[in-house]
């Protein structure tokens, strides 16, 4: 995850960010194209640390800028906006268990307890090329991104999370109590 999240990080930084930075005028490379290729390079990094080793990653990613949200996604991270009272799922996770459930074989609640909900049919590092979603779209005047792992979203529920994120409460305290959730959530 480390590996994945820091490729990412700079190649964003060096493609989107320092070009934003030194000219006038949109990027030279597409953001689209330029969140495949960080992803990309994500994977190629995590599959060629160690190759003999079957290991990989989630990995989301959530670029702002000014309304547009331009978003990465490969795995079961989740992404979600909280905005006028509902909160919404921005990614789509990309586990056998959400593929049971969209060709109705599991029900949301059967998914909780299914025996192979941690199954993921994509992942970064785990092939020498990997799937990206790369969704875009406009953010309204107000609300609030999370991106969180399956700890969360996994033993909490999404009534819960929204529950804690309309608090009027500091951005920390909001993290805090999320994090308290997940934690009771896993030694339950």
């Given at each position: 995850?480390?590996?994945?999240?820091?490729?990412?990080?700079?190649?964003?930084?060096?493609k989107?960010?320092?070009?934003?930075?030194?000219?006038?005028?949109?990027?030279?490379?597409?953001?689209?194209?330029?969140?495949?290729?960080?992803?990309?390079a994500?994977?190629?990094?995590?599959?060629?640390?160690?190759?003999?080793?079957?290991?990989?990653?989630?990995?989301?990613?959530?670029?702002?800028?000014?309304?547009?949200?331009?978003?990465?996604?490969?795995?079961d991270?989740?992404?979600?906006?909280?905005?006028?009272?509902?909160?919404?799922?921005?990614?789509?996770?990309?586990?056998?268990?959400?593929?049971?459930?969209?060709?109705?074989?599991?029900?949301?609640?059967?998914?909780?307890?299914?025996?192979?909900?941690?199954?993921?049919?994509?992942?970064?590092g785990?092939?020498?090329?990997?799937?990206?979603?790369?969704?875009?779209?406009?953010?309204?005047?107000?609300?609030?991104?999370?991106?969180?792992?399956?700890?969360?979203?996994?033993?909490?529920?999404?009534?819960?999370?929204?529950?804690?994120?309309?608090?009027?409460?500091?951005?920390?305290?909001?993290?805090?109590?999320?994090?308290?959730?997940?934690?009771?959530?896993?030694?339950?």
């Amino acid at each position: 995850s480390r590996i994945a999240s820091r490729v990412a990080a700079h190649y964003i930084i060096s493609k989107i960010y320092m070009p934003l930075l030194q000219t006038v005028g949109p990027p030279q490379v597409p953001i689209q194209e330029a969140l495949l290729d960080a992803v990309q390079a994500a994977n190629t990094a995590v599959f060629e640390d160690e190759p003999d080793v079957d290991s990989g990653t989630t990995l989301t990613i959530a670029l702002v800028l000014g309304r547009r949200l331009h978003m990465a996604h490969v795995g079961d991270s989740r992404l979600y906006l909280l905005a006028d009272g509902k909160l919404e799922q921005l990614s789509t996770d990309h586990s056998l268990v959400q593929r049971l459930q969209d060709v109705g074989s599991l029900t949301a609640e059967e998914a909780t307890m299914y025996r192979y909900r941690n199954v993921l049919l994509r992942a970064v590092g785990q092939g020498e090329e990997v799937e990206v979603d790369t969704p875009m779209r406009l953010l309204p005047k107000k609300g609030k991104l999370l991106l969180c792992s399956d700890g969360l979203c996994g033993f909490v529920s999404d009534e819960t999370i929204q529950e804690i994120m309309e608090k009027d409460i500091s951005l920390p305290q909001i993290v805090d109590e999320l994090y308290e959730q997940a934690m009771a959530g896993h030694s339950n």
